[in-house]
């Protein structure tokens, strides 16, 4: 009877790392659409607001930069380093959110890559909100009219 005991404990120890790890990779599976989703919506919403500015010789670019790293803090669970960069011209603004994302290489043994990067890229385009709604206005009278 006692050998029957043993060999569950025995069989335990063989499985329980296979599900530890995996355990661990759906954890970090999660850790890492969520940084994923937060980058993306924050590149498109700084986009988006820097799209709307429509100041005479106003800093676009860094107004832009400006509020992307504000919605950056705190925003992130394991993404480190990350940086946003902006560009802005007269037909679109492009927002680009890059960070590091670590992965627990020290669980691993022999694993040497323990980060990987995320990149994201969204942009928005530039029009004037009161010309958009008077063309809409002309549309619908026109629409309206014929």
Known sequence: M???KASFTVEASLIFPFILFSLVLVIYSGF????????DAIAFESALRGSEIRYIGADIKGITEGLGKRLLENSTLVCKSVQLSAEA???EVVVTCKGEFDLPGSLIPGFQYSRLTIETRRS???FCQTDFVRKCRMIENLKRDG
């Open 2 to 4: 006692r050998s029957f």
């Open 32 to 39: 890492y659409i969520h940084d994923r989703a937060a980058l």
């Open 89 to 91: 011209s007269e037909d």
């Open 124 to 126: 928005a385009t530039r």
